[in-house]
């Protein structure tokens, strides 16, 4: 059971030679799910043979160009491909102009269905959920409505020591009960306790996205405890004054909320494009939050199943 | 002085992981012309270090999504780096659509001005001229309004065979006149041969683009003698019904446009994802047309200065 983060786009509104702008892609056990679709971000899945025609799912943050120029190709290539599967976008209010304007002017014959799933721009939202996995919305502060997403793998069922399990031959309902932790009870009473029976289960995995983001100790109750961030970071802390401006977040500001988060793991990119070394942006998070990464395009995070 | 083509994109509708949706660069003595603008062209301008900057007119074939949704990045980027140069899109009516949903949607404090010029559908039209070169539409047969474009420098002044011009000091107006291929008459009645002051003018440059198209002998007239003629070869000879059927062409079709135009030499692309193998493609054309070559993303085709 797979939980991998690729990176496909990481630039902030100006790419550059080596970074595309925003889009990234989750894999939950070969469920995946876009999110963000910068320019481009159809070249980057064929190049990085990232399971292009397995997308269902598209998440869009906000509509600012340099996260959804790239939705008017990925639903011209669906559809050049015969798509059949409807295809569900969760994105503000705002994006209906531009799903009608793909529409009418690019999609005479449209061969699947494309449903815009409306984001509410207050509080922690339930968007999407289905057996392995829940993805909630959640506001963060920009110069438009833009919406973070966590993803969180549902609680997985208890791992059967196959040993036990043949030795005690419990039937069918049992079987289900013990799946969720049960105890045995044996036809004379006896009781098997569930750890004799099953290994724990593996820990639920998750990943949050935050961008584009002024410094908002908001979010932070949102995310709690989340394995895999990624904030944005598109200042250095010198330049946190501009960020304050622009509504993005330093390197620093980015760490303070994965440590307040109690994060696992810290990803930092939509770096402005005027700092030629990267270095010193990381430093900066890394006094704060230890564990973070600088993203590049092609980068792929995979959180492993532990107990 | 420079007449030299980058190939952006070379892909058909389908990007792939190697060639990107079409787009040209034609740099005309640092005059920076760009020819269709596919998904990702201003990734492909960073990459390629092509004087992004230095675009001021921007030349449309036809609104399909693969000629055309990468002028929303390239829009947005001009904003960012704070343009002031008016910006001119050569395209047929209906881009006005596209520029009002993108001016409503993505431009609200725009710092320069974009000028759309409708494109006549019939005949071919010059549609820009400065010092140095003129740029014609002509119409192209494809399932919406489609037109090619042919780039040809203007005539060049004589040169100067500088001892001559040393011995013999024409005056101001005598040198303006002999550059135009004066002979140059002396005080005594003398005259001096055009030829004895000046070495003949570079011979002028030209290109066309031809995308997309089905085979029509009607384009052989319009780029006539042109040097370098890019021709769509989306089929093989062996799927002209295929070609037929989608208004485009094969290579072997191509290949016969160049050889009844008199070009110098042909460029095909925009090949269907379905070949894996182009060599056939290309060895149709060249049965018929043998200086053809198949275009990759980053080549240059540059033109030499001759007499």
Redesign the interface.
Known sequence: VKFALTILGSSS?????KR??TAHLLNVNERFFLIDCG??T??QL??L?AGFGKINHIFISH????HV??I??IL??FQ??GRKNCLNIYAPE?FR??LE?YK???AQDQSYEIVHHRLGERGKNLIFEDKIVEVYSFPLKHRQTTLGFLFREKPHDFNFRKEAMAYYKPGIEQIKEIKQGADLVLADGTVIPNAVLTLPPWKTRSYAFCSDTAYDPRIVKHISGVDLLYHEATFSVADENLAAQTMHSSSRQAAQIAKNAGAGKLLIGHFSSRYRDLQVLLNEAREIFPDTEIVEDGNVYEIPKTR
């Open positions: 509104a100006l790419p550059t030679s595309f702008p320019e481009g159809q070249m064929r190049k043979r509509l600012h160009g340099d120029f790239g008017f190709g011209s290539s050049l491909l705002g102009n531009i304007f009418e002017n690019f």
